[in-house]
Structure formats: structure tokens, C-alpha cells
């Protein structure tokens, strides 16, 4: 019959290498519960030479009854410890095939990470180098001790109950068995019988090794065939391809310098756009001083024509008087030649 006595609890370390010496003392504090044979605990110093790390650590961590997850920045920053070490014990612990407790060592942020919604401890949520325990350490582990103490022993009596559920199902099926191994003493069947059978079953059994050597004897030239034929479009494949990729080569020579030819007509352009900048304002100077030579040259048009208007005037002037002397002329020979 088994008792609560036989009953040993496993307790799995996650931790920090950067936490180890609080490991150490929390594990002492745990001494009076493995000085009475409750728990045995497990950290990855337990590790013997030569063995693969990752395995016993994750062999020991499938195994564990109780998962003490050791809480501080360093421990929420390794990668190992909280993807691989925390999730796998959050999946336990959801699953019921573990307990797992976080125990907050140094000051964190860890209100909103997947073990938040888990009871910590110590109780009151203070972490164990809290300036809030006055520098005296044992009185935090002392607690968290007492409140393991506690779950390993509701652990330990669920635990024996179990063991004795068991040990009650394998005492009535070796009694099934008894009953069992006493129908077939009862009921031995004709062992001649059997053998015939047996004989049979070795002749189909022949007949079938022999359908089995002829049919892998086809599937052999098949699958020669076939190989020979994945060889044949192994080696069109890998022609097609470096036709391909030549192809892309010389595509990707065109696009590069076409690309290089649309730099150049840009640089082009905005050089001849700066240029035309250029002759447009030089037009519009341009412009402006034919205009203004323009104003000039009807300036001297309108003065020239003034000039001419008054020489014309003047010669108009100059005939009339020659008219007039002439005939002041000829009136005057007139009167000569009376004379």
C-alpha cells in the first residue's frame, strides 16, 4: 500500500546564470523539505560532463511536479530562459501536468508577461533585493519557502491519492489476467488445427514473396526508367535555366543601360531646360530693348519728318519768292527795252 511518505515532489530551477546566488540560497531555504524526502530540486549545474544541455534541461523541466520560475530583468531578457524555459512551463502549468510558481527576485517589469496572472511570490509582491526587507533576505525566502512547503504537501497528498487509485487498477487487472490465463487453461484450442493453419499461411505466404519479388522486379525497371527520365529533365532544367538566366543577365544589361541612358537624357534635359531659362530671359531683354529702340528710332522718324515738312514748307516758300522775282525780273527788262 502506498503512503504519502513514498511520494517525492520534483522542483525545476528557471533562472538566470546572472541570478545564481539567489538560486542557491532559495535552495537552502528548501533544505528542511529535502531533509524529509518531499522534494528533490534540479538546476542546470546538475548537469554531468558530456551530456547534451538542452535535453537534460528539457528532459528535467517535462518531468517537474513544481516549475519555480526565478523573475528579474536578466531572467526576462534571455532568450533561452523566457522563450524556451517560460513558455514550455506556462504550457504545463496550463495543461495541469505542472504548478509553476514565479518568485521575484529584483525589481522588474513584469505586470503584463504571460506568467502575470500566476500567484507570486512572496505574497505581498515585494521582490526578494526589495529595500522594503531592510537588506535581510531570509525573511523573504523564509516566506516563500513556508509557501512552497505548502503546496508540496497539497501536492503530495493529490500525488498519494493517485499512487492509491493506481495501485487499486493494477490489482484488478492482475486479477482480470488470473481469470484470463485461467479460460485459456480451460480452452486450449487443437493444436493441429493450428499448425494446418499455420501451414497454409506459410504457403500464401511464399505465394505472396513471390508476387513481391516479381512486382519489385518491375517497380526496379520502372523506377530505372524513371530516373533515367528525371535525369534527362534534371539536365533540360538546369539547360533551360542557364538559357534563362543568360536571358536575364542580358535583360538586366538593358535595363541598366537604359536606365543609365534615361539618367543621362535627364541630366540632359535639365540642362536644357536651365539653358532655356537662359534664352528666355535673354529674349526678353532682348525684347525690351527693341522695344525701347523701337520708341527711339519712331522718335527720330516723327522729328525727321518734322524736318522734312519744314524744309518742304521753306522750299515751297523759296519757289514762291524765285516766281515772284522773276517776275519782278521780267517786268523790269520790260521796262528797260521801253526805255
Not at 526578494?128 to 519557502?145: H, L, R
Request: hydrophobic share 35%; with cysteine; aromatic share 6%.
Amino acid at each position: 500500500m502506498t503512503n504519502n511518505n513514498d511520494v517525492l515532489i520534483n522542483v525545476f530551477f528557471a533562472y538566470s546564470r546572472e541570478d545564481a546566488d539567489l538560486r542557491h540560497r532559495l535552495d537552502k531555504h528548501l533544505s528542511t523539505l529535502k531533509r524529509k524526502n518531499f522534494i528533490q530540486t534540479w538546476y542546470d549545474g546538475k548537469i554531468d560532463a558530456g551530456k547534451e544541455w538542452e535535453k537534460e534541461i528539457d528532459s528535467n523541466l517535462s518531468q517537474a511536479d513544481i516549475i519555480l520560475l526565478l523573475i528579474s530583468a536578466d531572467f526576462i531578457a534571455s532568450e533561452y530562459c523566457y522563450k524556451v524555459e517560460m513558455n514550455k512551463a506556462i504550457s504545463r502549468h496550463k495543461n495541469g501536468d505542472a504548478i509553476v510558481i514565479p518568485i521575484l527576485l529584483k525589481s522588474c517589469d513584469w505586470t503584463e508577461l504571460p506568467f502575470s496572472d500566476i500567484q507570486a511570490l512572496p505574497q505581498n509582491g515585494k521582490p526578494i533585493n526589495s529595500p522594503y526587507w531592510k537588506g535581510d533576505t531570509d525573511i523573504p525566502f523564509s516566506e516563500v519557502a513556508t509557501s512552497i512547503t505548502n503546496i508540496v504537501s497539497e501536492l503530495r497528498s493529490s500525488k498519494g491519492k493517485s499512487l492509491k487509485s493506481i495501485n487499486s487498477v493494477l490489482k484488478d487487472k492482475e486479477n482480470d489476467l488470473k481469470i484470463t490465463l485461467e479460460l485459456i487453461e480451460e480452452q486450449q484450442l487443437d493444436l493441429a488445427i493450428i499448425d494446418e493453419e499455420i501451414s497454409k499461411k506459410r504457403k500464401e505466404l511464399r505465394r505472396l514473396i513471390e508476387e513481391y519479388a516479381n512486382a519489385e522486379e518491375s517497380y526496379n525497371v520502372k523506377s530505372s526508367q524513371l530516373q533515367e527520365s528525371t535525369i534527362e529533365l534534371e539536365n533540360s532544367f538546369t539547360s533551360r535555366k542557364e538559357e534563362y538566366d543568360m536571358i536575364l543577365n542580358q535583360k538586366q544589361i538593358s535595363i541598366n543601360k537604359l536606365k543609365n541612358d534615361e539618367n543621362k537624357l535627364i541630366l540632359q534635359l535639365e540642362k536644357l531646360k536651365t539653358n532655356t531659362t537662359s534664352l528666355e530671359r535673354k529674349i526678353s531683354n532682348m525684347e525690351r530693348t527693341f522695344v525701347l529702340q523701337k520708341e527711339e528710332y519712331d522718335r527720330m522718324i516723327n522729328q525727321k519728318q518734322v524736318s522734312i515738312n519744314k524744309i518742304k514748307n521753306n522750299e515751297y516758300k523759296l519757289i514762291s519768292q524765285i516766281q515772284k522775282l522773276r517776275i519782278d525780273v521780267l517786268s523790269l527788262e520790260k521796262k528797260m527795252k521801253i526805255t
